[in-house]
């Protein structure tokens, strides 16, 4: 777990504006993958890429944005277009390819507020 | 796509009394099925998980049992204690190589010393 970090801890949004979560990964990871959390909906898929420079849309992909230069990294940008932003966002990691390839580590997480 | 259903929403138990959360799936594919611990504001943390091809599993007071032909999997944990009270989540995949998981809605877990 300590291997995945996300910043900032806490992000204020105002109204129009786009925000970039990080999520970075020193586990050697080939998958990683954003959640939303809300209270009482458990933990829903919003963008997920196995590869570099690839990436695949979850269940609720609209009014987010990713990117997967490298292997390390992959920025979640929540846009204008997400007009219910406030939630907890996770970030996690699997390795591929192993016995254990779909056990997903997670970030500890940001909150995301809306001013 | 899969759906998983988690019950109850809420469990409260007295310390060294045992707790049992049940979830079913609708995706007859899955084969992978993990178990979360999510503590107030914290990241979730894989506590025990089970494949398939497995009927049972236990790690010290932690154990789970899954039914592929009804499609149902459950968390039991004995002797609890407070330290036990967090929010248990599962989920469920098909265990491909990119691992996409369906969670349930979560089971909120007090125990009273």
């Known amino acids: 777990d300590g291997g995945i970090t996300q910043s900032p801890k806490y992000l204020f949004r105002k109204e129009g504006q786009n925000v970039t979560l990080s999520c970075e990964q020193n586990?050697?990871?080939?998958?990683m993958y954003w959640y939303r959390q809300d209270p009482g909906q458990g933990l829903r898929l919003i963008y997920y890429?196995?590869?570099?420079?690839?990436?695949q849309k979850g269940d609720i992909a609209e009014g987010y944005s990713v990117s997967r230069e490298k292997k390390e990294s992959f920025p979640l940008t929540v846009t204008s277009a997400q007009k219910n932003p406030t939630a907890f966002y996770l970030c996690?990691?699997?390795?591929?390819?192993?016995?254990?390839?779909?056990?997903?580590?997670f970030g500890p997480g940001t909150r995301l507020l809306v001013l | 796509g899969e759906n998983v259903e988690q019950h109850p929403s809420t469990l409260s138990v007295q310390e060294g009394d045992s707790a049992v959360i049940k979830c079913t799936y609708s995706d007859s594919a899955s084969n992978y099925f993990p178990w979360y611990k999510q503590e107030l504001g914290k990241r979730p943390q894989l506590i025990i998980d089970?494949?398939?091809?497995?009927g049972e599993k236990k790690d010290q007071r932690i154990a789970v049992t899954l039914n592929k032909t009804a499609k149902h999997f459950s968390l039991h944990i004995t002797e609890t204690q407070p330290e036990d009270s967090a929010v248990y989540f599962c989920a469920a995949s098909r265990g491909t190589s990119y691992g996409k998981l369906t969670f349930g809605q979560g089971t909120i877990l007090t125990v009273h010393p």
């Open positions: 089970i494949r398939s091809n497995v």
């Open positions: 996690a990691s699997s390795p591929m390819g192993t016995s254990s390839q779909e056990t997903q580590y």
């Open positions: 586990l050697n990871h080939d998958a």
């Open positions: 890429s196995q590869i570099v420079n690839d990436f």
